[in-house]
């Protein structure tokens, strides 16, 4: 077959990485794999290179961007026509909020056999302004009338577009988010080592977090909290993993509260190091108001690292409380900080759990059961 991914960004993060492994997997089945992106740039971290080194054919597509912009994204759905008119796939596969809208437009009008998109996350949420989301949710609606397949991460994303009247019931599939299980995990370095290299003392309980910097990622809530943790536990040391536009933001309201020895920003970091920093942490919390599946939340269970999560988008189909996890309603700092002193508190109880994430994760959410399902997906359309 001839595939046609196309994604609003390729930066670094759970979305793209999906995207990434679908197509390495669909290039080695032997298919001609195409995808096609917005520009990247910013702090975030790209996957471009990953994406090369398979073997996909990259199309940047100058005019997709992420923000509502008119004149941009009536150039972008001209440009998506002409590439599918060069290259004639028989999928057209779109993954992210704006790319799947104007790309399953430009698929749909240019008649392709069979035109797929997957919700990664939700691209509506409480935090908009109402005329905002309502705006998203139509623009969804008229979407879903512009494809064949609705492929949801989780149960939650397919049901959160069945509560909006979003695409019609034959239309939805589930196909979780999937990791290469077989090469992920394998530290670089040891939990002491890596604690040193951060300044973090071995015997310190450390709560990380592995996002980009975004407010919606929740690492307020975790710097709100820090204060409830460090009275029962002082050396406690919160460490954030990745980089975004939020990190000014970040560091100043860590200095103005005289946080700087308990919270250690890590940047951003090479994927392969990821596996060594969830190594060195006793917990990962992810407190995100947005969220798809949690992909990094199953990177955790995958180090046997435990993870609290709010409950919210599919977070609860990985981290489920007290079976994998520790899960707490949305916004409730209290909650969350209670939740990860639980966690400090009974160690014993938290790798139980830990090791029960494990087993849940790699039976559900590896990579090679998620490329099966897309791949029967796209035999059903074609046939």
């Not at 034959?170 to 530290?187: H, M, Y």
């Not at 139980?352 to 849940?360: E, K, N, P, Q, V």
Request: proline share 5%.
């Amino acid at each position: 077959m001839v595939i046609l991914h196309v994604i609003t960004r390729l930066i670094l993060g759970g979305a793209q990485k999906n995207t990434v492994l679908s197509c390495q997997a669909q290039v080695k089945s032997g298919h001609q794999v195409h995808l096609a992106y917005g520009p990247i740039y910013g702090p975030e971290g790209s996957l471009q290179a990953e994406a090369e080194k398979a073997g996909v054919q990259l199309h940047e597509i100058s005019s997709m961007r992420r923000a509502v912009l008119p004149v941009h994204d009536l150039k972008c759905y001209f440009a998506l026509r002409n590439l599918i008119r060069q290259i004639k796939p028989d999928i057209v596969h779109t993954h992210s909020s704006k790319a799947g809208i104007i790309g399953r437009a430009a698929a749909w009008k240019e008649h392709v056999p069979a035109v797929v998109h997957t919700i990664h996350g939700l691209p509506f949420h409480d935090k908009q302004p109402r005329w905002l989301h309502n705006a998203y949710v139509s623009a969804e609606r008229w979407a879903a009338r512009r494809c064949h397949r609705l492929i949801g991460i989780t149960n939650a994303m397919c049901d959160a577009f069945r509560q909006k009247n979003i695409g019609r019931e034959e239309q939805f599939e589930v196909v979780p988010s999937g990791i290469d299980i077989d090469a992920f995990g394998e530290p670089t370095a040891s939990r002491d080592v890596t604690r040193k290299a951060y300044g973090i003392p071995s015997d310190c309980p450390v709560i990380g977090i592995v996002a980009r910097l975004d407010p919606l990622k929740g690492h307020d809530d975790l710097l709100t909290a820090l204060p409830r943790l460090l009275e029962k536990h002082p050396s406690t040391r919160l460490l954030f993993v990745g980089d975004g536009w939020h990190r000014e933001t970040l560091e100043k309201r860590i200095e103005d509260e005289g946080l700087s020895t308990s919270v250690v920003l890590a940047g951003l970091v090479p994927p392969m190091q990821v596996p060594s920093l969830l190594g060195a942490m006793d917990v990962m919390a992810l407190p995100s108001y947005q969220e798809g599946q949690g992909r990094t939340l199953v990177e955790a269970l995958l180090c046997d690292c435990a993870v609290v999560g709010y409950d919210v988008g599919g977070i609860g189909e990985v981290c489920i409380d007290h079976q994998t996890g520790r899960l707490v309603q949305v916004g409730d700092v209290n909650a969350l900080a209670e939740a990860l002193l639980w966690m400090l508190d009974n160690p014993q109880d938290r790798d139980r759990l830990a090791r029960a994430g494990r087993s849940h994760v790699t039976e559900h959410f590896s990579a090679a059961l998620m490329c099966r399902r897309l791949e029967e997906i796209y035999a059903r359309l074609i046939s």
